[in-house]
């Protein structure tokens, strides 16, 4: 192989292996779980918040009031509430 064969071998699996990073917080089961509420219902009436946008304070108060108009079940607004705050960054502003 010649040297240019070579840089290019090695940029395209470096790059591939970059395509699998996420810089995002690591989520567990549950949290994907909540972030499915998230995504699946919350756009409904308004646009996705970024969940930096609010505190955790703020996120699990909203979680609470909208779960109940939305009847979801304690378990969904635990699942929600742990998504959105932990999704969160400790420099939100309410």
């Not at 071998?9 to 591939?16: D, L, Q, R």
């Not at 549950?30 to 646009?47: A, F, N």
Request: glycine share 8%; proline share 3%; aromatic share 8%.
């Amino acid at each position: 192989m010649s040297a240019f064969t070579n840089m290019v071998a090695a940029i395209t699996i470096t790059g591939f292996g970059l395509l699998g990073c996420d810089s995002g917080p690591k989520l567990t089961d549950e949290q994907k779980r909540g972030k499915q509420i998230y995504e699946g219902l919350c756009d409904k009436c308004h646009e996705l918040i970024p969940p930096t946008r609010f505190t955790d304070q703020v996120w699990t108060a909203a979680s609470n009031k909208y779960g109940t108009k939305l009847k979801l079940t304690r378990d969904e607004v635990s699942l929600l509430a742990d998504y959105l705050t932990r999704a969160n960054d400790s420099e939100s502003k309410d």
